[in-house]
């Protein structure tokens, strides 16, 4: 059962949205609204949403903060969302920092819910929500990954092992992930096509040369700002743009950070091969760098970087890539 405190709740004009802030658990929400004593304990689950709808509506709230939480955000998400409020997803390490600031050190749900609102009331700028096709598309894609994972995990299993009927077990595993994973990824493709506009824009991200089915499907999904935004932006949202480290008269060396970790790893697999094989201008680029003694490493963030402005600028023009030839 939901519980809320009305007493000594602050009166807030009708003509002035308030923002709330949600601290997420597997079975609870703990709800704040922002300058105010309203507070709301309720169930997880799509009863509980339906009742902080209402509940929010009454508070005049029209923006809503919540950190992500392995997933047990995303139900109450989309609920919101489909109820027409503007709900931004904190990362924890975005609460934590916006808390170091402000010398907040007290830490519990209610606190956390009421730290969170605050967030939300002070955000500037909030980006139009994802695509919700595309939500369902990355928990698919996950799964995918996740058993790209395991089958690694087995085969390190399968190199040190000596027992012949454990390598055994391991190897038919092995088996058993490729076939499923075969399987899903064949859905995951299907379904994506079974959308015109996904679908063209799946084809214009393939069509640069080097990136797989595999990466464009990546790209796809867990980048829907792919061709919408500048070349510079969408290199930072992947965690590929160089970031400086300069400090009076230092000057340090550039470095990358943060940004979209599984979609990066895909565009690294793929700019391996193609600047080494498939794409003549990341081969030319690898060349150049290497040849200026740039490490191994820096080329390739360089060249994973440069495949995904390549697929920006093609989704961006709407028409697939086209190789320069060399001169």
Not at 16 to 34: E, F, N, S, W
Not at 65 to 81: C, D, M, N, T
Not at 200 to 213: A, F, M, P, W
């Amino acid at each position: 059962m939901g519980s809320e405190n009305k007493g000594g709740s602050t009166k807030m004009s009708k003509s002035i949205m308030a923002c709330a802030g949600i601290d997420t658990g597997k079975h609870k929400l703990d709800v704040a609204v922002d300058h105010s004593e309203e507070r709301l304990q309720i169930e997880n689950t799509a009863t509980g949403h339906r009742r902080l709808s209402s509940w929010l509506r009454r508070q005049n709230v029209g923006r809503v903060g919540i950190e992500a939480s392995g997933g047990y955000e995303q139900p109450v998400v989309a609920k919101l969302r489909g109820d027409g409020f503007v709900v931004i997803v904190f990362q924890p390490a975005q609460v934590r920092g916006y808390a170091k600031f402000h010398g907040k050190r007290a830490k519990n749900d209610r606190i956390d819910a009421a730290l969170i609102a605050a967030c939300a009331a002070e955000t500037r700028t909030v980006r139009a929500p994802p695509d919700p096709r595309l939500s369902a598309f990355a928990t698919h894609l996950t799964l995918i990954e996740q058993i790209t994972e395991d089958m690694a995990r087995f085969k390190t299993r399968c190199e040190t092992c000596r027992d012949p009927r454990l390598r055994q077990i391991w190897e038919n595993r092995i088996l058993e992930f490729k076939a499923v994973l075969k399987a899903e990824f064949a859905r995951l493709v299907q379904a994506i096509r079974q959308h015109d506009d996904l679908a063209q824009r799946l084809d214009l991200i393939g069509s640069v040369n080097g990136v797989g089915l595999r990466t464009a499907v990546a790209i796809l999904v867990r980048m829907p700002e792919i061709g919408r935004v500048s070349r510079e932006h969408i290199a930072s949202l992947a965690g590929l743009a160089p970031f400086d480290d300069d400090s009076g008269d230092r000057v340090g060396e550039r470095h990358i950070k943060d940004g979209r970790g599984r979609v990066r790893h895909s565009l690294f697999a793929a700019a391996l091969a193609a600047s080494f094989r498939w794409n003549v201008e990341l081969i030319a680029l690898y060349r150049r760098l290497t040849a200026k003694g740039k490490p191994h490493k820096v080329v390739l963030v360089a060249c994973a970087r440069k495949m995904l402005i390549f697929v920006n600028t093609v989704v961006q023009r709407g028409t697939p890539w086209v190789e320069k030839q060399p001169a």
